[in-house]
């Protein structure tokens, strides 16, 4: 686990410090907080595990144990950002249904109450032979292994991470922590995330850990005997992507495709950022572990320059002709200094993935400077591709955006607050609550403010970040249609952190920050209120973390302000203006980038980058300019991740499950925005519990992922909505089924569209689109117009994955939960984990198309009972069955084809004798197609035709499965070969 991305690591007592600033700040307003009924919350989650109040990240020592499954977790029991870090604690009989417990291992504290020990992430093993002596033989006990990450003031140990020990005789409802802590301790800073198993094979019988030295990228292997001492192994990595600290490594065994004799060793090794969707994710490797040193089947080589003309490449010590502009006065002469980088810079981390013997790095003297620096003008030539290594911050070109932070136009009211004597009220404004007069207007805070004067709600009282209160001001006249504004500081959506502006009293226009010291322009039209009285008032009723609010330079004019564009980017220009632009991933690796300006052929151009951002990853990378014919592609889509999303991270497995089952949790969320993301008294919850397996591809075995068979207890069949075949023309649909916590199955076809798909979580205006380009042949989830996509600009994306399609055709399984979709396709080889956060109310379904047509084959809906906050699930209605169904027969009728068969037919589903279903699920190449309630007839016999329409010619195998009370049984099996198209 870690606390966020910086360039810089994050020393222990800049992490003890943040949690204690963070302790200070979030307690007092959570102690006057009243009970919220989680159900009642917009974004909280019915059958994800979320905490009921305050922050969680990495799931912990997730174990099975006499019937429960236990899920520890990063937790601060104080707040709703990160800090304090502790272990909380819930418990589940079915993973789905989570009863949280009492605080676990809580973070430890001196004499003086100072923390001087956080604790980080880990791992539970039942110690069944009480090898640790912990417990005794009749009642072994349960051991963490847990990283001690030790603050500024711990008196001996500052700054260390090392691995230590607690242990619980009591079925893991209280811990002890081992007075001989730590028990592995490498001197290290970034030494963490221990996972232990058991291994038995034929290099002997011991405890394996698997860590991380997180900013070096590898895992690092011990063995133990009494979990207590610790011999050195073997270590593993650097390998494939390295983009970010390597952190919660998890090493297990899989039968490929269930065979015993094929066993084959799974290295899960999370990372943040680096991911292929950027900011943090998880990456695997595939190979064998001999009981020593665990050997990678699938790292992939360095790859080499791809095939092209290079216009740049930075080696030769000199800028060749670019122009760089340093800022003026800089001393280091910052950003870009007067020639190339040779790599790293002070102060920097290891910078990787460029080519060559220098590149642009905008790293000197740190991410403080700005500038930008310019490539000479050239003709773009017949090459269709500019081709280029990129990295460093991801900030991207604003359109419409300007680099400096000129006002717009206009007349400046009250001053700009520039007022040589005299305060707020003496010049006609009204402020109550915390807000002193002598303190307004303030002088500090605030990054771009104009002049020395502006509003700032931390100073403006003495309490800082927990000041409440308003400020008004005198009224004044709109004569103008734009009012324009500086404004930054805390992000609040529930109207307590706002500028406001007022008519008649009637608020009718708000703004709020970005979670950001700085600050930038933002426009009201006000062309409709032209003669009317207005006033401004300053709402600040937030506490804790970013609760505050600055505002400055406010100009009534006919045009709108630009806002200032804090990019950190690479842009190719035209005719002086921005046609392609490209951003780094906040890493310190580069990585390839394409663009195509085939249609700018023969005419001028240049390539400009630019950093204009003085917060974290304030800088840029750049390398190897080039002319290719050919697109460069990113070396991360050459590598194995565990899900192509934004919002899946520190997934590791449970430990001691039954039946061998392997299944894995996941944060959902991304440390990009994660403490940010628009919750209340909440902030994170877990993704769904994964049983993963491995299957033989053609590039070797490969992990495939499944939720884990409860959820199907909650399934309400019987509401299920099922339409299909049908054409999708181009444009949008509204389906006339709803519902914000389901599960959605569908097949389509590609037909000539060029993208098409389905809409979830929808309101006519704004909804999350999950679908198929088939031009890329990626499936992609689309959040920039999901809702609430605004509280960090990190957060609008779209996330896409290759996905071939199987017959022209691709199907998909949904998990739809008020606010996260998960997308599981390509038969599970390939998943999209995403947060969104919906309108309130948002629940519509829909589907969509365009360039063309698409075919819908099949869609079913089924409403998902809650699992949390609502009490116990209910048990599903009983039918009369006594027995699992009967076996059923299927059955083709190709209508009136006398001779090669079409696309067209019907599949029948014929139970003669035997126990009855209460549904029937049809299965077309291993997708299912199609499900639907049944009429209980036994001892009748039962049937269903299903309408198969507009197949393409090829071999379609189909099965079934009938389901009742009892259990399920598959029917027999038909093959169709389609030899023709309907005419």
Excluded at 935 to 948: F, G
């Amino acid at each position: 686990m870690k606390s966020g991305t910086r360039s810089q690591t994050l020393t222990a007592g800049v992490i003890a410090a943040l949690a204690a600033s963070i302790l200070a700040a979030s307690a007092p307003a959570l102690a006057e907080e009243a009970p919220v009924d989680p159900a009642t919350q917009q974004y909280r989650p019915f059958i994800h595990f979320s905490p009921e109040k305050n922050w969680m990240n990495d799931p912990n020592g997730m174990v099975y144990y006499k019937g429960k499954y236990h899920l520890f977790f990063q937790h601060n029991p104080f707040g709703t950002t990160w800090g304090n870090m502790s272990w909380g604690h819930a418990t589940s009989t079915d993973l789905l249904q989570w009863e949280e417990q009492p605080l676990a291992i809580p973070q430890t504290v001196n004499a003086e109450g100072v923390a001087i020990e956080d604790i980080f992430s880990g791992s539970i093993v039942v110690d069944e032979n009480n090898s640790s002596g912990f417990g005794t033989a009749e009642n072994p006990p349960l051991v963490a292994v847990y990283t001690s990450a030790y603050t500024g003031a711990h008196p001996t140990l500052a700054g260390r991470q090392a691995q230590s020990l607690a242990y619980s005789t009591d079925e893991g409802q209280t811990w002890t922590k081992y007075e001989g802590n730590p028990v592995l301790d490498r001197n290290s800073a970034n030494f963490r995330d221990p996972k232990v198993f058991r291994y038995d094979g034929p290099a002997g019988s011991y405890w394996v850990m698997s860590t991380v030295e997180a900013t070096d990228h590898k895992v690092v292997l011990y063995k133990s005997d009494n979990l207590k001492d610790w011999t050195h192994l073997s270590d593993f990595g650097p390998a494939n992507s390295t983009a970010g600290i390597w952190e919660c490594p998890d090493l297990f065994p899989i039968a490929v495709d269930g065979n015993p004799n094929n066993i084959k060793w799974v290295m899960v090794v999370n990372l943040n950022p680096g991911a292929v969707a950027g900011g943090s994710g998880g990456q695997y490797f595939v190979g064998d572990f001999d009981g020593t040193t665990f050997t990678s089947d699938t790292t992939e080589p360095v790859d080499s320059i791809p095939d092209g003309t290079t216009f740049a490449g930075f080696n030769d010590g000199t800028y060749n002709g670019w122009t760089a502009n340093n800022e003026p006065g800089n001393w280091k002469n910052g950003p870009w200094s007067d020639t190339p980088a040779p790599g790293a810079l002070p102060g920097q981390l290891t910078v990787s993935g460029y080519s060559g013997a220098g590149l642009i790095n905008g790293f000197n003297d740190g991410d403080w400077p700005v500038g930008t620096i310019e490539s000479p003008t050239f003709t773009v030539g017949s090459r269709d591709y500019i081709n280029f290594l990129v990295g460093g911050g991801n900030h991207p070109h604003v359109p419409g955006g300007q680099l400096e932070n000129t006002p717009a136009p206009g007349t400046l009211l009250f001053n700009g607050f520039e007022y040589a004597q005299g305060t707020l009220t003496d010049q006609g404004w009204f402020i109550d609550g915390d807000f002193e007069a002598a303190r307004n207007p303030a002088t500090a805070g605030g990054e771009f403010a104009i002049g020395t004067g502006r509003i700032n709600t931390y100073e403006a009282g003495p309490n800082g970040d927990n000041n409440v209160g308003t400020l008004t001001s005198p009224e004044f006249t709109i004569d103008k249609s734009n009012l324009s504004f500086l404004i930054g500081g805390g992000r609040r959506t529930d109207g307590t952190l706002q500028a406001e502006l007022l008519i008649d009293g009637q608020v009718i226009e708000t703004a709020t920050g970005q979670n950001a010291g700085a600050l930038n322009w933002e426009n009201w039209d006000v062309s409709a209120y032209l003669g009317k009285q207005a006033t401004l008032r300053i709402v600040d009723n937030a506490s804790g973390g970013w609760g505050h609010l600055t505002f400055d330079h406010v100009v009534l004019g006919d045009e709108r302000a630009q806002p200032r564009s804090d990019e950190t980017s690479v842009n190719l220009l035209v005719d002086g203006e921005v046609v392609r632009t490209a951003t780094g991933g906040n890493s310190e690796t580069l990585d390839w980038t394409k663009w195509n300006v085939s249609e700018f052929e023969g005419r001028e151009a240049s390539i400009k980058v630019v950093d204009n951002n003085r917060g974290g990853w304030g800088h840029i990378l750049a390398d190897e300019f080039m002319f290719s014919d050919t697109p460069a592609e990113s070396r991360l889509e050459d590598y194995d991740w565990l899900d192509w999303g934004k919002d899946y991270y520190a997934a590791v497995s449970f430990s001691n499950v039954p039946d061998n089952k392997r299944i894995m949790l996941g944060w959902m969320s991304n440390w990009d925005y994660a403490n940010e993301i628009p919750t209340s008294t909440w902030r994170s919850s877990m993704a769904l519990p994964r049983e993963v397996s491995l299957t033989e591809t053609a590039d070797g075995p490969r992990l495939v992922q499944k939720v884990v068979d409860q959820i199907d207890t909650l399934r309400e069949d019987d509401a299920a909505y099922t339409t299909g075949p049908r054409n999708i023309t181009e444009g949008t649909e509204t389906l006339p089924v709803t519902g914000d916590v389901v599960q959605v199955d569908g097949v389509f076809s590609r037909g000539d569209a060029e993208t098409f798909g389905l809409s979830v979580l929808g309101d006519g205006t704004e909804a999350t689109k999950i679908g198929y380009n088939t031009g890329t042949n990626r499936l992609f989830v689309d959040r920039t117009n999901s809702g609430n996509e605004g509280f960090h600009p990190a957060f609008s994306s779209i996330e896409d994955a290759p996905v071939p399609l199987k017959d022209g055709r691709v199907a998909m399984r949904i998990y739809v939960d008020r606010a996260s979709v998960e997308v599981f396709a390509n038969d599970g080889l390939t998943t999209i984990t995403d947060q969104v956060f919906p309108n309130a109310g948002a629940n519509q379904i829909g589907l969509f198309s365009s360039g063309g047509t698409a075919t819908l084959e099949s869609l079913t809906v089924t409403p998902l009972t809650p699992a949390m906050w609502h009490g116990a699930v209910p048990p599903k209605p009983a039918d009369k069955a006594t027995t699992a169904p009967g076996k059923a027969k299927l059955s083709i009728d190709h209508g009136q084809d006398k001779g090669p068969h079409d696309g067209n037919y019907t599949v029948n589903m014929n139970l003669e004798a035997g126990e009855n279903g209460t549904s029937f699920t049809l299965y077309e190449n291993g997708e299912q197609i199609h499900t639907q309630k049944l009429k209980w007839a036994t001892p009748k016999p039962q049937s269903a035709i299903v309408d198969i329409t507009n197949r393409a010619p090829g071999k379609y195998v189909y099965t079934g499965v009938l389901t009742n009370s009892k259990g399920t049984t598959e029917t027999t099996k038909q093959t169709v070969v389609v030899q023709k198209i309907k005419k």
